[in-house]
């Protein structure tokens, strides 16, 4: 695939985000134009992911990041985008008058490019750049429903945006100059491809510091613990699509950012050792998330707080940083994006009738891959995590199983009601067919998840070994 | 990178330049703090802005980074005139908001803060207009200002003000050579534009209480 081919990728959602701002809320018999523009432009983009995945440039170019990292997140986030699009088509109408749902469904597409651009990104300025233009896209998304409550968080993710967003240029600033005199006057512009080669001769006081403000700054911007005390309101306001897609994208674009980071830092003797670090902020993530998830009633809170117990998981796995501990993690990485994005999905969260529905089956079973508990996939890459651990770190396993047990069992004991806060109050939503057949969505990630679980074809094993053995 | 702008004869007194502007940016960070005024808070951070654009277009100069010339020339125009003017009008048609109380506490931890920039950054050695050590503290001070300006202060437009103090700090470290470094001001310019948007919103208010920790200050 031609590298200029390859752009396409995050152009496309960028593109859709334009044009549905344009349509605005015009329809054709009744039925809003934008919604198809968004489906169409969401296919559009899973099918060039799928090319970008399956046959990349020959080489990673000055901006264009084709390693099997960015191939297997770009082409999990299309995937991602274009359920999510799917499920639009269920989403019954809205009720509130200031809600546009043209311009939701445009910050959605806005928010997918600038996933795909961070992650495709062989610049760390473009990366960071975009993680913040999603981050600030969600905010925007946030403040449809213009109600105070809404104003408020949407003011208040525009502000973490921001900061993060700072943090972790300042750090790539700090990364540039570490590698400067490494890399000479003459050498290409620094990117994640030249950073691993610069790194290891660069300065290493500096490195560890430009390292740590990037890892931070990328935590911030996943909402990572404990910052996703302040945020945790910016979430359930925002209206969708984003919501469906925006904690569990984030966390995986900064677990990418990490991932990488480690493997740049790894390299030099002098610098902040990274393992380490990213594993004690793994657990204390997973622990905050275990401990916090007792207190969430609203099902969208839950969710969020779940996601900071999986990325803390997938830190742990990083920070152990054995090829096993690689392959484990980008696993419960791939597989609990797929789960949360299916419990996040607007079709696992219409307002029901009370009493057994498909629904809350879905939301059960989420719940139960959440908790780590077969047939799902989740299972095999905790077993995997702790396998990992008991071999490299045995003391680990202390908080670590402490951090599962009292996730899977909060996540057990506790079923949120599913639907936005205040459900049990309001009147269940009108079924429609198409809003009936969208719950076939969260099923798909679901059975994705089970099939990775219990017989993961050996062409997908030697996929997964081989980005673990390009960060290795 | 291009060749430098500036003579090798001019290139200490350069230099110097962009240590003061670096320390005057770094003063106006700690004057920030403790501004209780919108218009004076505004006014100090178009201030702090123009030093450090100044700064940045000197390093540029030095190091022959067109780049580093369009980021500080980007953070001139809109952090040191366009957003202070659009928040200034802002501010007149909605009216003074009421601004919190002053807290010493505030001016002690940004103490603390600078002190800490000026242990955690290491010894660096850059020629061709880069960055040293003290220029980096300081550089790291100035961007921890405004991430306390941000956090620590509820009001919308002490936010948006150190948002814009943050980006400055980010200016200042912004070095010759980075790529893609016309990109650097747009961060921070980015969540202060979207701020001033909800701001100027009829619906919207100016009182204090974005964050939870910050209410009532």
């Known amino acids: 695939m031609n590298p200029l081919v390859a752009a396409v990728v995050p152009g496309l959602p960028f593109a859709a985000a334009i044009a549905l701002g344009l349509i605005g809320d015009r329809r054709i018999r009744g039925w809003p134009i934008g919604i198809w523009v968004n489906l169409a ?42 359920t999510a699009a799917c499920a639009e088509l269920g989403r019954p109408p809205a009720q509130e008058p200031a809600w546009r749902p043209h311009l939701a469904l445009a910050l959605g597409q806005a928010f997918l490019g600038a996933v795909l651009a961070a992650l495709m990104a062989n610049s760390l300025v473009v990366t960071v750049v975009a993680a913040e233009a999603a981050s600030l896209a969600l905010a925007v998304a946030a403040a449809l ?10 003011r208040t993710r525009t502000a973490t945006a921001g900061l993060a967003g700072g943090l972790a240029l300042f750090g790539v600033i700090l990364l540039s100059i570490a590698a400067s005199p490494a890399q000479g006057p003459d050498a290409p512009a620094m990117s994640w491809t030249t950073l691993p080669q610069a790194a290891a001769a660069s300065a290493g006081a500096l490195l560890g510091l430009g390292f740590v ?26 209206r969708a699509p984003a919501p469906a897609m925006t904690a569990p994208l984030m966390m995986t674009m900064a677990i990418t950012v990490i991932l990488r980071l480690r493997q740049a830092a790894a390299d030099n003797p002098d610098a902040v050792v990274p393992g380490p670090t990213v594993l004690l902020l793994g657990l204390l993530a997973l622990l905050i998330a275990a401990l916090a998830l007792r207190r969430q009633r609203d099902a969208q809170r839950f969710v969020a707080v779940a996601t900071v117990g999986q990325g803390g998981i997938v830190a742990v796995a990083i920070g152990l940083g054995t090829s096993a501990a690689v392959f484990a993690g980008v696993l419960h990485l791939t597989l609990a994006t797929l789960v949360l994005t299916a419990l996040l999905s607007p079709a696992a969260n219409r307002r029901r009738p009370a009493g057994p ?25 905790m077993l995997l995590i702790v396998m990992a651990a008991a071999h490299g770190a045995p003391l680990l396993l202390v ?31 009108r079924a429609t067919p198409w809003s009936r057949a969208m719950i076939v969505l969260p099923w798909l990630h679901l059975a994705l998840t089970a099939l990775l679980g219990l017989a993961m074809p050996i062409p997908l094993v030697r996929w997964f070994a081989t980005i673990a053995g390009s960060l290795g | ?42 006014g100090v951070g178009a201030v702090q802005a123009w030093v450090a654009a100044g700064a940045a277009a000197v390093r540029g100069g030095l190091g022959g980074d067109a780049g580093l010339a369009a980021a500080a020339l980007i953070t001139l ?7 202070p003017i659009a928040l200034t009008l802002v501010v007149r048609r909605r009216g003074e908001a009421p601004t919190p109380a002053s807290a010493p506490g505030r001016m002690g931890l940004g103490a603390a803060l600078v002190g800490l920039a000026a242990l955690a950054v290491p010894a660096v050695a850059v020629a061709g207009g880069g960055q040293t050590r003290e220029s980096l503290a300081v550089a790291l001070a100035v961007l921890l200002l405004g991430a306390l300006l941000v956090t620590a202060r509820g009001s919308p437009i002490a936010q948006l003000v150190g948002m814009l103090s943050l980006g400055n700090g980010l200016i200042l470290a912004a070095t010759p050579g980075l790529p893609l470094v016309a990109l650097v001001p747009l961060a921070a310019l980015a969540p202060a534009g979207l ?3 909800a701001m100027a919103r009829p619906e919207s208010s100016l009182e204090a209480g974005a964050t939870p920790g910050a209410r009532g200050r």
């Open chain 1, 41 to 82: 432009a969401a296919g559009a983009t899973l099918l060039a992911a799928l090319g970008f995945a399956v046959q990349p440039p020959a080489s990673s170019s000055a901006l264009l990041l084709a390693d099997p990292l960015a191939r297997h997140f770009a082409l999990l986030a299309g995937f991602i985008g274009f």
């Open chain 1, 145 to 154: 429903p213009r109600t105070p409550d809404a104003m408020r968080a949407a």
């Open chain 1, 213 to 238: 403000f990037l890892l931070v700054g990328a935590a911030a911007l996943a909402m990572a613990a404990p910052l996703h005390l302040w945020m945790a309101g910016s979430g359930p306001t925002a």
């Open chain 1, 357 to 381: 529905t498909g629904l809350g089956l879905t939301i059960a079973a989420g719940l139960i891959a959440l908790a780590g508990l077969p047939p799902f996939g989740l299972f095999s890459s």
């Open chain 1, 399 to 429: 908080p670590l199983g402490a951090g599962l047990g009292l996730g899977a069992w909060a996540m057990l004991a506790r079923l949120p009601t599913p639907g936005p806060s205040g459900a049990a109050a309001s009147p269940p939503d």
């Open chain 2, 1 to 42: 990178m291009g060749a430098p702008l500036i003579g090798s004869m001019a290139a200490p007194f350069a230099q110097s330049l962009t240590h003061l502007f670096g320390s005057v940016a770094l003063m106006l960070g700690l004057v920030l703090l403790t501004q209780r005024r919108a218009g004076a808070l505004i």
């Open chain 2, 77 to 83: 125009a809109a952090s040191g005139v366009a957003v």
């Open chain 2, 195 to 197: 701020l001033l948007g």
